[in-house]
T-cell receptor, first 116, second 110 residues
Framework: GAGVSQSPSNKVTEKGKDVELRCDPI?????LYWYRQSLGQGLEFLIY????????KSGLPSDRFSAERTGGSVSTLTIQRTQQEDSAVYLC??????????????FGPGTRLLVL | QKEVEQNSGPLSVPEGAIASLNCTYS??????FFWYRQYSGKSPELIMS????GDKEDGRFTAQLNKASQYVSLLIRDSQPSDSATYLC??????????FGAGTRLFVKA
């Protein structure tokens, strides 16, 4: 079956523009995560969606970042008024319906964002 | 102090040797521990998970967990050049948030 997909794979934008990044999780997975990975760094947690529950937004770095998940499936991460420090790889991951905090995250290929 | 710490490396080992990757974490209540492998330009993939103290073996990989010392490690036996990658330690601190370390770069020399 299909894995997690993300689009676009690469995005170059000018400082101050808004960008939208898309994630299609594995069908049937109820949990979805967004991470940011800067060059040579680990994964920085951004936001977590689980079913119809309120998302955990504790990792969003500023109010320029927002995310939504429509219909419990596709998610969009929006960055408004992009800054050069937003340049990074944005990774999406999904997990099956969690029965505990023991879970495997399946990652998408990422979107490489470059803000000029 | 970072929540999950790893030596950034690079760790260089000859082919056939044992590679030892280490990770410490700060939250004593952590319950689930994961090792992900990330090849350059690719996304992370899970290679090992461990939940209780002791060793867990899977093929050439062994994960070791010591909750008292807040320490988790990954041993790779008979290292191969194809094992060259960045290895990310990840810790679930409760709920559904997983904290990742910055990763250790491993080079296996042929």
């Amino acid at each position: 079956g299909a894995g997690v997909s993300q689009s676009p794979s690469n995005k170059v934008t000018e400082k101050g523009k808004d960008v939208e990044l898309r994630c299609d999780p594995i069908s049937g997975h109820t949990a979805l995560y967004w991470y940011r990975q800067s060059l040579g760094q680990g994964l920085e947690f951004l936001i977590y969606f689980q079913g119809n529950s309120a998302p955990d937004k504790s990792g969003l770095p500023s109010d320029r970042f927002s995310a939504e998940r429509t219909g419990g499936s596709v998610s969009t991460l929006t960055i408004q008024r992009t800054q050069q420090e937003d340049s990074a790889v944005y990774l999406c991951a999904s997990t099956p319906a969690p029965t505990s905090n023991v879970e495997t995250q399946y990652f998408g290929p990422g979107t490489r964002l470059l803000v000029l | 102090q970072k929540e999950v710490e790893q030596n950034s490396g690079p760790l260089s080992v000859p082919e056939g040797a044992i590679a030892s990757l280490n990770c410490t974490y700060s939250d004593r209540g952590s319950q689930s521990f994961f090792w992900y492998r990330q090849y350059s330009g690719k996304s992370p993939e899970l290679i090992m998970s461990i939940y209780s103290n002791g060793d867990k073996e899977d093929g050439r990989f062994t994960a070791q967990l010591n909750k008292a010392s807040q320490y988790v490690s990954l041993l790779i036996r008979d290292s191969q050049p194809s094992d060259s990658a960045t290895y990310l330690c990840a810790v679930n601190t409760g709920g559904f948030k997983t904290i990742f370390g910055a990763g250790t770069r491993l080079f296996v020399k042929a």
